[in-house]
């Protein structure tokens, strides 16, 4: 048996956990498992990470910042935030399809487009690639 006072308390408790659950638990999308599995054929290349500098330079620093800290001049007040790259364990905890599949496709209904063919900034496969070859030499942090 309830009393009336452990159902409201209980109530109150959900409510609260799902107020917290939509103010910081947003995850981004999980990409499918043959993205998953993929690893980057131009991982650690030095040509792929320059070209990948570039094209983040022109395409993704607005947003996520040349730093990769997420706070790029277009980033203000976006909702869901933009990503920041350089916090401790991100890129560890992401694997390389999940970043791949994210920039090709983006993530519906944020401010994170996509990029890959067909789309208006129609990045191929490779330049991808070199992106998350970039991001990976440079905002890794342990
Ligand atoms: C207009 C701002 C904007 C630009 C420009 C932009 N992004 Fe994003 N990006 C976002 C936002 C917002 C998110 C968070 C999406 C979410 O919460 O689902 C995001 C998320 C991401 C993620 C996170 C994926 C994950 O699974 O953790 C990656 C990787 C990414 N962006 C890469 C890029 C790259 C590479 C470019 C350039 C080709 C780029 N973004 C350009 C706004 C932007």
Redesign the pocket.
């Known amino acids: 048996m309830f009393k009336k006072e452990q159902v409201l308390a209980s109530l109150s408790l959900a409510a609260l956990l799902l107020g917290a659950q939509m103010a910081v638990g947003?995850e981004?999308?999980t990409?499918p498992e043959n993205f998953l599995a993929m690893t980057n054929p131009l991982a650690g290349k030095k040509e792929a990470e320059k070209a990948g500098l570039e094209?983040?330079k022109k395409?993704?620093a607005?947003?996520?910042g040349e730093k990769g800290d997420g706070a790029?001049k277009?980033?203000k007040d976006?909702n869901?935030?933009?990503?920041a790259?350089n916090k401790a364990g991100?890129l560890k905890g992401?694997k390389d399809g999940?970043?791949f599949w994210?920039?090709k496709n983006g993530?519906p209904k944020?401010?994170?487009?996509a990029?890959g063919e067909g789309t208006n900034?129609n990045?191929k496969d490779e330049q991808?690639w070199q992106?998350v070859a970039y991001?990976r030499s440079k905002f890794a942090k342990e």
């Open positions: 947003r981004i999308p990409a094209t983040y395409k993704c607005k947003c996520h790029g277009s980033a976006l869901p935030p933009v990503t790259f991100y992401r999940q970043l994210i920039i993530s944020t401010d994170m487009d990029y900034f990045l991808i992106i991001m």
